[in-house]
Each structure stands twice: as structure tokens, then as C-alpha cells.
């Protein structure tokens, strides 16, 4: 199977499935001197970890990472930084149980890849749908965090946050909108007040055997004016890729998105000022940080859908690979609303294509940006 790298210059290979003894990831590219520790992703990866409360996958994983190549010893800080040369992350599966999937091995599971994969390769692990599975995500996190830290060394305070702005159909208030907030909640909910409604919500659907979906909102700080490329290379085009290829996802749109076809020109368009800092002040971002396929210096905004678990607790009409007309009942540990971890598998493929944005922008600018309208 082909096509598990993505990235040009800052390149991610992921390995691994749900039930296999590890998965993990080849980071190719990360320029040298960048500090990193396991504990700068393991920070990451505690936040999408499973088992955390009881709205999502009870398999309980510690997802402890180990970098076992591309990093040595830094005299200056006593630390160690990348080498330049690949960077290889490994996460064991401990708490893996294939007998919950032992009765539906010749079975199709509906809303999952199980029939697509055997149509395409006519092999499939059936244990927790193997590499189909969102277990793979934990790789992306542990890369993320890399994309993060290089960020970070190229820009200064760069901030890649995400949120769970709606939950089936219950949206949080934006005005009420507090960053503090998500740390304190079970569901990266920005609105403390949606937090017992959203868990009451979840009860109900765990007693009733049955899921939701889920829209998220990711955001980048501190990206400055002129990553992405036109015309193929267009910087909102790369995300959305990116964000599509996660699990369950069903749509992408950024700043006034889908709704940007309801307003009229002079709502829609980012108008310009002066700031007082001598530098460009947008008096909205309807673009969502992003014209032209290249980022503006606003805040980069993007929102994704999820589709609500497939896997269930009911009943459901399916085709086993004989072709006989079955039922299957999906046993097996899940999440009521996969949206909740995938908000920081999100921030991750978010800060990946700005590494690897950056780097090219690099590649082809050298360090600066083009030029500097107070010039
Ligand atoms: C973080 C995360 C966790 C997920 N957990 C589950 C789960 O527990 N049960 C399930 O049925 N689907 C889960 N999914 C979604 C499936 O992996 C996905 O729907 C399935 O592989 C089919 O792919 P598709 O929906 O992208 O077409 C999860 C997705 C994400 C992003």
C-alpha cells in the first residue's frame, strides 16, 4: 500500500495498525539544531489519548513515545536537538484486543473501510480495522509535535490551537469563546457552558447504543504574510487535504466558510488599515488567514465535520465477504463522538503543512518574505 508519506520538504511517513505491536512515524526533512524531547510530544499525545474520561475509547493506551533516531546530545543546553537526519518516533499498542473482533472478521462494518480495502487489496486486518483505523492518528500527533517546535525555531511564538465548536447539533457560543477553558473539559469545548449539556447529551447516546458527530475549529497564530504557493501549491488547498485525509472527516471550510455564500462583497471582504505597530491590520478575516493560497499574517482558521461513530451498539444490516446478507453488531472499545479526540489530531495537520510550507517558502525566499508594505 502506497501513499502513507505526505509533505514536500518536511516529509511524514506513518507506520503501524490498531492491533499490530507499534505504530509510529519517520519525520525526513527537520532541518538540525531543533530541540526536542520526548516530554515536547508526549504533551501532545497525552491530549488525543484514549481512556481520559468516560465520553471516549475506554482502550487504555499510555501512547508513551520514544524517538529512536535523529536526535543527539546539545552541548549549549545540555539538552538534545535534531541532527538533520530522519527522525523516527515509536508508540507500543498495549492494550490491544483482537477476540472483540474475532466474530466480525468476514463481516463488513458499515461507515467503515472494511469492504473498500478488501474491494481494493483483497487482504484486511480485521482487528480494530488495522490501518484504517484512527489509532494511526497518534503518529500524526507525535510528528505535529516536531512541525510545532520547527515552527516555532523559524517564526517565534507560533500558537496552533484547536476547538470542538459543535457536537451533533449543539454549537457553543462564540462570544463566549475563552482558550483557558479547553483544558478544563473533557471535550476541548471553548464554552464552559456547553459542557453539561454535552455530556448529558453523550449519556443519552451511550445508554442508547448510538453516536454523534462533531464540527472542530483549528487555529495558527504567528504564521506570517506569504506561506503557499499559487497556483498549485495554494496554502488553504494543502490543509484541507490534510484535513480531510483524518478519519471521519467530512468537510473543511475556513474563516466564513460555507457561509461566506450568504454574504454580500462589502460583508465578506477582509478590508485593510494601518495598526499601530506599523504593519498591516485586517478589520475582519472572513478569508480565514488565507488569499490567494497564500497566508495574509491574520490568523489561520479552519473548521472540519465529523461524521458520527460508525461503530455502534445496535444492530445493523450488513454483507459478509461470501456475499450472504448478515447482521453485525460491532463489539470493541469506541468513541460516542470521535470529534472530541480528533481536535488535536487536527492542530497537527495543521502545524505539518505550515512546517513543511515554511521550509519550502524557504526553499524558494530564503529567510525573508517577499515585501513589506511600509517599504
Ligand atoms: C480520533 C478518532 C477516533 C476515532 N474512533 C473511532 C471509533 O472509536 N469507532 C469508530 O467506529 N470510528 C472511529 N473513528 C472514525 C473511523 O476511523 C473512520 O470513520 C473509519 O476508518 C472510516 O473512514 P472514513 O470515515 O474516513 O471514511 C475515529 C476517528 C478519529 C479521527
Redesign the pocket.
Given at each position: 500500500m502506497s501513499h502513507n508519506t505526505f509533505g514536500h520538504l518536511f516529509r511524514v511517513t506513518t507506520f503501524g495498525e490498531s492491533h499490530g505491536p507499534a505504530l509510529g512515524c519517520v519525520v525526513d526533512g527537520c532541518p538540525p539544531g531543533i530541540p526536542l524531547a520526548e516530554a515536547d510530544i508526549q504533551a501532545d499525545l497525552d491530549r488525543?489519548r484514549p481512556g481520559q474520561s468516560r465520553y471516549v475509547?475506554q482502550r487504555k493506551e499510555p501512547d508513551l513515545v520514544r524517538i529512536v533516531s535523529g536526535v543527539f546530545e546539545d552541548d549549549e543546553t545540555n539538552g538534545q536537538v535534531t541532527t538533520g537526519t530522519p527522525i523516527t518516533l515509536l508508540i507500543d499498542n498495549v492494550d490491544a484486543r483482537a477476540k472483540d473482533y474475532s466474530e466480525i472478521r468476514d463481516r463488513f462494518r458499515p461507515?467503515?473501510?472494511d469492504y473498500t480495502y478488501w474491494a481494493k487489496y483483497g487482504i484486511r486486518d480485521y482487528r480494530g480495522?488495522g490501518r484504517?483505523?484512527?489509532r494511526e492518528?497518534a503518529s500524526r500527533v507525535a510528528a505535529g509535535a516536531i512541525a510545532r517546535k520547527l515552527l516555532n525555531a523559524l517564526y517565534g511564538q507560533v500558537r496552533i490551537r484547536g476547538a470542538l465548536v459543535q457536537m451533533g447539533s449543539s454549537r457553543i457560543a462564540r462570544e463566549r469563546w475563552d482558550w483557558e477553558e479547553i483544558p478544563r473539559n473533557p471535550f476541548f469545548s471553548p464554552d464552559a457552558a456547553m459542557v453539561d449539556e454535552w455530556a448529558i447529551q453523550l449519556e443519552t447516546l451511550r445508554k442508547n447504543g448510538s453516536s454523534c458527530g462533531a464540527v472542530i475549529e483549528v487555529v495558527a497564530e504567528g504564521i506570517p504574510a506569504g506561506l503557499g504557493a499559487p497556483i498549485y501549491g495554494k496554502l488553504d488547498a494543502d490543509i484541507a487535504s490534510s484535513l480531510m485525509g483524518?478519519?471521519?472527516?467530512k468537510g473543511v471550510e475556513f474563516g466564513a466558510g460555507f457561509a461566506a455564500a450568504t454574504l454580500s462583497g462589502e460583508e465578506n471582504s477582509d478590508e485593510m488599515r494601518m495598526g499601530a505597530d506599523g504593519k498591516p491590520l485586517f478589520l475582519s478575516n472572513n478569508a480565514g488567514g488565507i488569499l490567494g493560497g497564500i497566508s495574509s499574517g491574520q490568523p489561520i482558521v479552519a473548521r472540519f465535520a465529523?461524521?458520527p461513530?460508525?461503530?455502534i451498539l445496535r444492530p445493523m444490516q450488513t454483507i459478509d465477504r461470501g456475499g450472504r446478507e448478515v447482521e453485525i453488531v460491532t463489539k470493541g472499545r469506541?468513541?460516542p463522538c470521535?470529534g472530541i479526540?480528533?481536535v488535536p489530531?487536527g492542530e497537527a495537520m495543521l502545524a505539518l503543512v505550515l512546517a513543511d510550507h515554511a521550509l519550502r517558502h524557504r526553499a524558494q525566499m530564503g529567510e525573508t518574505c517577499g515585501a513589506d508594505p511600509t517599504v
Open positions: 488525543r475509547s461507515g467503515h473501510a480495522g484504517q483505523s484512527a492518528t483524518i478519519n471521519a472527516v465529523v461524521k461513530t460508525s461503530s469506541h468513541d470521535v479526540r480528533a489530531v
